[in-house]
């Protein structure tokens, strides 16, 4: 049973959308590959923007500072520091949810960290509309996500010029 079991986990990533996946697959995982889709092609975006366009900037290639905990990004540290912020339905609109590869997301601060994120935006409820079962950020929540190729610590604000 969970050899069978095992067979139907997708890693799924930006480069192969055009793969949608099926209705027995399991998501676990999404990205963006860096040589598409990078801090120097990308459309800047505040994070209002990407909160209020929604589903309009769906495959768009985007970059947006925000707060990085976990596995969201916020508009402000001290929603991205609060209990759950990552869960809690209460924060829908007020975080962007990201999906990276393991390399990014074993570096995920637990405390929200002033961040670029780049990436190619999504929606947790049409993103992978066939699947069985979604892992990660969508697994809990719902809303605005960012497959992400790239994330870039921003300087603290006392050393911006």
């Given at each position: 049973?969970?050899v069978a079991?095992?067979?139907?986990w997708?890693?799924a ?7 949608p ?5 399991i998501i676990?995982?999404?990205?963006s590959?860096?040589?598409?889709c ?6 800047h975006?505040?994070?209002?923007a990407?909160i209020k366009q929604g589903p309009k ?7 947006v ?8 990004l916020?508009k402000?540290a001290?929603d991205g520091?609060e209990?759950?912020s990552?869960?809690?339905h209460?924060?829908r ?7 990276a590869r393991e390399q990014?997301?074993?570096?995920a ?7 670029t994120?780049?990436?190619i935006?999504?929606?947790c409820d049409?993103?992978w509309?066939?699947?069985m ?14 497959k ?8 603290p604000?006392s050393t911006?010029?």
């Open positions: 049973m969970v079991a095992s067979a139907l997708t890693t990533s930006a480069q192969t959308a055009a793969d996946a099926g209705s027995q697959d676990v995982g999404a990205w590959d860096p040589a598409k990078n801090s120097t092609n990308a459309l975006l505040s994070f209002d990407i900037l769906n495959g768009t290639c985007v970059a500072e925000g707060f990085w905990a976990v596995r969201a916020f402000r001290s520091n209990k759950k990552n869960s809690s209460s924060f609109g007020r975080r962007i949810g990201i999906y990014i997301l074993e570096r601060p637990q405390r929200a960290t002033r961040s994120v780049v990436g935006v999504g929606q049409t993103e509309p066939d699947a079962m979604i892992l990660g950020y969508c697994h809990y929540t719902g809303g605005p996500l960012i992400v190729s790239e994330i870039v610590p921003s300087l604000s911006k010029h």
